[in-house]
Each structure stands twice: as C-alpha cells, then as structure tokens.
C-alpha cells in the first residue's frame, strides 16, 4: 500500500492549497509545498518517526513534524479540517485545473461565488470574469483549456496509484484460504499509462471467502455491486476495484479474457469462429458440441488458437496477432536487462538525496552502472556552476566502483562494484543551444538534454530546435522527448519523424522516462521511433530514492512500444554502452 510519506506529502500538498485558497501567508504555503515534496521523497516511512526524527527530514519543522505525528496518531489533522471545513470541495476541485493556480482559484470564489468547474465555464462564457483584476481573454482561453484537458484524463488515474492499491488487495487476497491464485488483469496489466479502473482476478473453489476480505479491506469504503462471481467496490481515495473469483481450473480462459484489451479479445474470438471454436472467459469450446477444449492456462488457449504466449503489454491489435501467427513477436526487453539508470539527480540541483545515498540505493537494485544527471547552469534557479559541477566529479570518481550490490561501501573499492558515470542533463534553449561550450562537455561521461521551457514555440522552430540539439556531438539522449505531464500538458508539436530521423543518423538515443506522471515517449511514438532505427534510455529521472523503482514503468512502456533489449541502450554491457556514448567524436 502506499506508504504513510505518499499520504502526509498528498495531505501538505493539499494544505498548501488550502492555505493559498483562503488567502493565507504564501510563505506558509510554500513551506508545506516543499514539505510534501521532502516527506513524498524520504526513504524511511515517517509512521515510524518521532517529532525529533521528522525534523531531521530537509525542510521539515517543528510544526509540520506534530502535523506528521497528529496524522499517524489520529488519520487527520485538525489545522487542515478546518480550512477543509471553511471551503465547499468545488473550489478545491478548481485548482486540479491544471491552467489554473490556487491564488485565482480563491479569487474566482471570493470575488464571483464560484465553487465548481461547471459553475467557471458558465462564468467564462458569460464574460463575467472579465471584470476581475488578472483575468483576461487571454487567462480565459487558458483555463478553457485546462478544463479540456482535466476532462480528457476522465476518472482514470495514473499507472502508479493503481499499482499500489492493485498490489496490496492481491497480497491480501493471496492469503485468504482457498485462494488458489490470484493476479491483476485488464489494463494494469497490460501497463497502459492511466487506469480507468483496476480488475483483480482469482480462483478458488468457493468465492465467499474472498469476497468477504475484498469488501472488508480498510480501504474500501464503497460496496457498489455484489454477486457470487463478481464483487466492485471503491476505495478511499476513488479508485473502483473489480474482483471477479474463477474455479481453478478455468484460470487461463478467464486471465485471457479479463486482460483485454477488448480489442485484442475481438481478434482472439475471431480467430477462434474462424476454427470453428467459440472463446468465453470460460474457456475455448467446440462450437458445435459446445465441449470445453482448454481453458487452465493462458498459454494452451493462445496455443490451440495457434499462437505462441502473447505478453499482456502486446495485447492491443497492434499487430501482436498477425506477427503471433507468423512466429515473429518481439522478444520483449525486461526490467531484468537494464543494467543501469542514465537520468538521475541529487540535492546538488532539485534532487531530494545527497549523492551518496542516490548511489547506494542504485547499488543496491544491482545495478551494474548509473549516471548522475543533475541540470546545467541554464535552468537559472537550479544554481549550478561549473565549480559545483566539476566538484560532484570528483566525488562521483570517488565513490566509482565503490558500492557493492549490498548497497554498503566496500571495503577494497573497484572490483565488482557499480560504476559510476558522471553526466549533466542539459537544458535545450529556445534556439536548441545547450548550457556549455564543447569544450565542458566534453568532460562529462554522457549528456541527457531536454526541453524544458518555450513549448509553446511553431512547429518548424521546436523540431529544428531539437533535431540541433541530436546534432550536438556531446548530445547522448533526448530526455522526456515530448515534455508531456499526463492529464496536465499536452506534448510539444514537433514533427516528431523529423526528430526520430535525427536521432537515428546522429546516433542520439530517445528516453523513455519512466516517472508515472511523463511516460515520456509513449508507447506509440516509440513504435514509429522504431521503425526510424532509433535506440533507446529507459530511465527514472529520480529525484529521490523512492523514485529509482519507477523504472518498471518505464520497461512496461517500452514493451508496449515492441522494444527488444537490443534496443535498449541500457541493457548493454558497459562497454557497447561507452562506445555509443562516445558518438563517434572519438573521446
Ligand atoms: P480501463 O479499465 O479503462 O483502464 O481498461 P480495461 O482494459 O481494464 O477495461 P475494463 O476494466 O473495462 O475491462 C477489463 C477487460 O475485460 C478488458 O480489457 C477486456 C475485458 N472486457 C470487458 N468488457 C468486454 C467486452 O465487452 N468484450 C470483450 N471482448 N472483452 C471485454
Ligand atoms: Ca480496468
Ligand atoms: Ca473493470
Ligand atoms: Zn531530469
């Protein structure tokens, strides 16, 4: 379940909402910001931390700490009750506007009595925000748009949220007597970016059992339907769950058919008419005589309708069919053939973690080489100049080779240890310059560059501006390619051919950023990215330790992209991967 930090840091970031909401000290404000941020990030669980040791934490006072210890004792804190109390939920609701920051939204409130999304479209559209100091035709358009994109992203929430509600009922439903097994299915499984709602699947003999620990699991709050082989419920925080228990000895059929996507199931029934054969989640029968044929494991019913296994991140009607029948499905890259992370930060720039302990968390995921990324001097507010940079060298040479997989210090250095790179992710300006001349760039084991500003540039000018930045020799990787934050800003508009055709001919690796809320490529980009010859980084982007496990994510988009680890410049031993990174400009 999602640990006690990921629900205090939800809590300040709320409170931090709050207080700007209600016109309250901004400086207040901040400081629960940066707080949540701290607490999201921290590595050991603050349930288990006295006021002392929370105020250890970076940025954590004295009062947020008996805010944390007021929480864990109680379920809530009685500052943030009130201000909850003083606010109808709508206009909460307005700052998920994502055009749309908290000091507008309590204007919007205080000024014309709005207290809903629906309520400010009304507004917008009867120019009744024209009036208001700071608000715009200009302001107006934006959060027109923010409301679009809010309502775009529906319901569903991103792949990490479910994940962790989706791994803690399995685990408990694993443990309850009589269950044979029990596994995730639809869309969580198959790894789609955001979740409309989680399905869990079982077998037993006997479905009762399960379906009284489903619903009497602390989470669920909401019973909202109930039957013999399918329960659906809602948690806490919103998320729908479905359970649907099997008899053992239909599991394949059923994990088949509850996987999805509907679209590759249409495909697989089709098939199976075609053979004369009819596919339920019950099975695969005879059509005629209506015998049941297989149905125990998902591999004979693939088998009998004459395809091999087809991995559930494949499962769209993408051609996994087509290419199934003929023998040539990709051998998909797995979190097991990454052998590093290539975009990593620490405390130096906007990380959370000291270097050291970035290093011995990565260590200890058994990593056999990581990069540290921090940003270039460019990105103004990150504060980095070459002496701070050339400083994090010297360390980084220190500590190379010197962590084991036990992610302690060893004692003798060097031999086995993980290797360290030293890089920078640099900031790709408006023009698609880069924060330092070659002759600095040179000094770094690997760059990352990004665009981190000026989206909103035409088309010609951001796809020149990034195909300039693949042409820089000391240009290793494109971080997050297209910038997107899912359900809060779209992709850049570049002509993104233009940008995989540079990459491919100047030997630049895409990433695909595996933090939750960028999945940045996407699964469809990477397909066409593929089909230029690209190669690709499968990395965190961590900015704290809890975030280095992000990279599953990330493997689950690649898979959807139909990457092999061939394609994956991470999967190679340290040297095939020093030999691209040197991009032909022979360092
Ligand atoms: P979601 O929940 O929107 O993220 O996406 P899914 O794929 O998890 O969709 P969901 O929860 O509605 O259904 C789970 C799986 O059950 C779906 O992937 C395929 C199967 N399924 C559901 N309804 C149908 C249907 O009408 N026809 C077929 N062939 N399969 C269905
Ligand atoms: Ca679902
Ligand atoms: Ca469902
Ligand atoms: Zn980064």
């Known amino acids: 379940m999602a640990r006690s930090n990921d629900e205090v840091a939800a809590l300040f970031a709320e409170y931090a909402d709050l207080i700007s909401i209600t016109g309250g000290d901004a400086f ?40 944390v210890v007021e929480y864990v004792r109680d379920g809530t804190v009685s500052a943030v009750e009130e201000l909850r109390a003083r606010i109808p939920a709508g206009v909460r609701r307005l700052t998920a506007i994502p055009t749309l920051g908290p000091k507008k939204a309590h204007v919007l409130y205080e000024e014309l009595g709005i207290a809903s999304v629906e309520e400010l479209v009304d507004a917008i559209h009867a120019e009744r925000l024209r009036d208001l100091k700071g608000f715009g035709p200009r302001t107006e358009e934006k959060i027109l748009h923010g409301v679009a994109l809010l309502r775009s992203a529906g319901d569903r929430v991103l792949i990490d949220v479910a994940m962790d509600t989706a791994e803690t009922i399995v ?14 299915a639809g869309s969580l499984r198959r790894v789609r970016e955001t979740i409309g709602d989680i399905d869990v699947l079982a077998a037993a003999e006997d479905s009762g059992p399960l379906m009284r620990a489903f619903t009497a699991l602390p989470f669920v709050t909401e019973v909202t339907a109930r039957g013999r082989t399918k329960t659906s419920v809602r948690t806490a925080k919103g998320l729908a769950v479905d359970l649907r228990v099997v008899p053992p000895d239909v599991w394949g059929a059923a994990l088949q058919y509850f996987t999805g996507s509907k679209a590759h199931n249409i495909r697989t029934r089709e098939l199976a008419a075609r053979q004369g054969l009819k596919l339920s989640e019950y099975g695969l029968f005879e059509a005629e005589s209506g015998e049941r044929i297989v149905s125990e494991t998902e591999e004979d019913v693939y088998a009998r309708l004459g395809l091999p296994w087809i991995p559930p991140t494949l499962r769209e009607d993408r051609g996994e069919i087509e290419a199934g029948l003929r023998g040539e499905l990709p051998e998909l890259v797995t979190e097991d053939d990454l052998r590093g992370d290539l975009h990593t930060h620490t405390d130096l720039t906007d990380g959370l973690a000291p270097l050291e302990e970035m290093v011995a968390a990565a260590a200890a995921r058994g990593y056999a080489y990581y990069a540290i990324t921090d940003h270039g001097p460019d990105m103004a507010m990150q504060r980095m100049t070459d002496e701070r940079m050339l400083a994090q060298r010297e360390r980084v040479r220190q500590l190379d080779g010197a962590y084991g997989r036990h992610g302690r210090r060893q004692a003798t250095g060097g031999q086995g240890g993980m290797r360290l790179l030293h890089g920078a992710e640099l900031n790709i300006g408006p023009e698609g310059d880069v924060d330092w001349p070659a002759g600095f760039l040179s000094g770094f084991d690997l760059c990352v560059a990004s665009v981190h500003s000026h989206f909103t540039q035409d088309r010609d000018t951001l796809t020149r501006r990034i195909v300039r930045a693949c042409e820089n020799p000391h240009v290793n990787v494109i971080g997050h390619p297209t910038t997107r934050i899912i359900g809060k800003r779209p992709g850049i508009d570049a002509d993104l051919d233009a940008v995989f055709a540079a990459c491919a001919r100047t030997g630049t690796a895409l990433e695909i950023n595996a933090h939750p809320d960028r999945l940045d490529l996407r699964d469809e980009d990477i397909l066409r990215a593929r089909r230029h010859g690209v190669r ?21 988009t690649a898979q959807r992209g139909w990457l092999t680890a061939d394609d994956v410049i991470n999967t190679w031993p340290l040297t095939r991967l020093r030999r691209f990174l040197r991009k032909g400009r022979g360092r």
């Open 28 to 67: 207040k404000a901040r400081a629960y910001e940066k707080a949540a941020r701290a607490i999201g990030g921290h590595h050991t669980d603050v349930a288990g931390l006295d006021v002392k040791g929370l105020q250890e934490i970076p940025g954590v006072g004295r009062s947020v700490a008996e805010k």
């Open 171 to 184: 685990g408990e439903l694993s443990a309850v007597t009589g269950c044979r097994r029990c596994a995730c």
């Open 536 to 556: 690709f980084a499968v990395d965190s982007d961590a900015h704290a330790v809890v975030h280095l496990p992000n990279l599953r994510y990330g493997v689950g």
